[in-house]
């Protein structure tokens, strides 16, 4: 089974700087796109950032220029480096995978990271 795994939250400062890590393991996945998610309020379907298969991201406006994603394909990794943390920052992360296919496509989540900001 397709299992993801999300690591590296904690209690940060504002200004601080953490990075998430999302583990793909259990087999391989016919991937359209990943993310991050979070359940904070104002951005649109709680979502952070995504990285399509052909290369493209997206951020959502709360955390453009301060976040960026990445993977690294021989860990089979996801990555969300995020800068100058703030309070607002503080959620419940997920990673997610999707695959390509018919709308609506099959979806993998992870348990999700907390993050903490507060001075």
């Known amino acids: 089974q397709v299992q993801l795994v999300e690591s590296g939250g904690g209690l940060a400062q504002p200004g601080d700087s953490l990075r998430l890590s999302c583990t793909i393991s259990?087999?391989?996945?016919?991937?359209?796109?990943m993310g991050w998610f979070r359940q904070r309020p104002g951005d649109r379907h709680g979502m952070v950032s995504l990285?399509?298969?052909?290369?493209?991201?997206e951020y959502s406006s709360a955390v453009r220029g301060r976040f960026t994603i990445s993977r690294d394909d021989v860990k089979n990794t996801l990555y969300l480096q995020m800068n100058n943390l703030k309070p607002e920052d503080t959620s419940v992360y997920y990673c997610?995978?999707?695959?390509?296919?018919?709308?609506?496509?099959?979806?993998?989540w992870g348990q999700g990271t907390q993050v903490n900001v507060s001075s």
């Open positions: 990285l399509f298969k052909e290369g493209g991201t």
């Open positions: 997610n995978v999707w695959e390509s296919g018919p709308y609506p496509p099959k979806n993998y």
């Open positions: 259990g087999g391989r996945v016919n991937w359209a796109g």
